[in-house]
């Protein structure tokens, strides 16, 4: 009941309001549990998608969604819970992860959809990731739920990291076909069987998206190009630093020039 009054608040506004299209709604299964594995390029993804399914997916979210302070913050947190949606502390590491897991069985097990971003953060420049094959695979392959690929498109551009009020614009939302995985029954343990599984349903992703593919985790990309830009600004501050050397020099000189010529 709270799912719904929470989707009809606030789901019906934002499709009015945006209005996302929508390729491959058939594709989602009518019942029983399945996948759905997303590529991830804003913190509105997991407001579009939910808000424009009949079912309601369930999707791990880390657990500073739910402690923000702040309106914001709260209204993050009320939106978050109503729908479901689990929080999980990714700070400890692999215990952190096991979590995760298991919270993906259980919504599974109930017969429900959950909910997976495999890049496992969002990406930094509208790229597309290399998929982290812990999480995804292993409740793919311990559940024997089907995977279906989903594609969120220009959702980066409605409300960029940084920007509080969002831009009115059309979003879109392209499902593809269900990935059955049932030939690697037992196999969830073995690593190399963990990244197939997870390369095949970033390639559908990929498909789906159009996004260039990067074979780096997102998370390392991040880092890359916060030194870049650290580097870059250090660069500057010394380039400042030595141009006001620079002009000391030269005034120092003209003084000296000036006193000479008196």
Same mark, same amino acid.
Request: glycine content about 12%; cysteine-free; overall charge positive.
């Given at each position: 009941?709270?799912?719904?009054?929470?989707? #009809?608040?606030?789901?019906?506004?934002?499709?009015?309001? #945006?209005?996302?299209?929508?390729?491959? !709604?058939?594709?989602?299964?009518?019942?029983?549990?399945?996948?759905?594995?997303?590529?991830h390029l804003s913190f509105s993804d997991s407001f579009f998608l939910p808000a424009v399914l009949d079912r309601k997916v369930t999707f791990i979210a880390k657990a500073e969604y739910f402690t923000t302070p702040?309106? @914001? *913050?709260?209204?993050?947190?009320? #939106? #978050?819970?109503?729908?479901?949606?689990?929080?999980?502390?990714?700070? *400890?590491?692999?215990?952190?992860?096991?979590?995760?897991?298991? =919270?993906? !069985?259980?919504?599974?097990?109930?017969g429900e959809l959950f909910g997976i &971003?495999?890049?496992? %953060?969002?990406?930094?420049?509208?790229? !597309? &990731?290399?998929?982290?094959?812990?999480?995804?695979?292993?409740?793919? !392959?311990?559940?024997?739920?089907?995977?279906?690929?989903?594609?969120?498109?220009?959702?980066? @551009?409605?409300?960029?990291?940084? @920007?509080v009020m969002p831009k009115l614009m059309r979003p879109g939302i392209r499902i593809g076909r269900p990935l059955d995985f049932s030939r690697y029954n037992g196999m969830e343990h073995d690593r190399f069987v963990l990244r197939a599984v997870t390369d095949e349903v970033m390639y559908e992703?990929? @498909?789906? =998206?159009?996004?260039? &593919?990067?074979?780096?985790?997102? %998370?390392?990309a991040k880092r890359q190009i916060a030194e870049a830009a650290k580097a870059q600004k250090q660069a500057h501050k010394e380039a400042q630093k030595e141009a006001g050397q620079a002009h000391g020099e030269a005034g120092q000189v003209h003084g000296e020039a000036g006193r000479s010529g008196s």
């Amino acid at each position: 009941m709270i799912y719904g009054a929470m989707k #009809f608040s606030i789901g019906g506004p934002l499709k009015l309001a #945006f209005r996302p299209w929508v390729e491959g !709604l058939e594709n989602i299964p009518a019942e029983g549990p399945a996948i759905l594995a997303s590529n991830h390029l804003s913190f509105s993804d997991s407001f579009f998608l939910p808000a424009v399914l009949d079912r309601k997916v369930t999707f791990i979210a880390k657990a500073e969604y739910f402690t923000t302070p702040g309106v @914001k *913050g709260r209204m993050t947190a009320a #939106f #978050f819970k109503g729908v479901g949606q689990l929080p999980v502390d990714r700070s *400890g590491g692999r215990g952190a992860g096991q979590a995760a897991i298991r =919270s993906g !069985l259980d919504v599974l097990e109930r017969g429900e959809l959950f909910g997976i &971003y495999p890049e496992g %953060t969002r990406s930094p420049d509208g790229r !597309l &990731y290399r998929g982290k094959p812990g999480g995804l695979a292993r409740v793919a !392959l311990a559940s024997g739920a089907p995977v279906v690929p989903v594609a969120m498109i220009d959702t980066e @551009k409605i409300q960029p990291p940084g @920007k509080v009020m969002p831009k009115l614009m059309r979003p879109g939302i392209r499902i593809g076909r269900p990935l059955d995985f049932s030939r690697y029954n037992g196999m969830e343990h073995d690593r190399f069987v963990l990244r197939a599984v997870t390369d095949e349903v970033m390639y559908e992703i990929m @498909k789906l =998206s159009g996004q260039e &593919y990067v074979d780096i985790y997102a %998370t390392a990309a991040k880092r890359q190009i916060a030194e870049a830009a650290k580097a870059q600004k250090q660069a500057h501050k010394e380039a400042q630093k030595e141009a006001g050397q620079a002009h000391g020099e030269a005034g120092q000189v003209h003084g000296e020039a000036g006193r000479s010529g008196s």
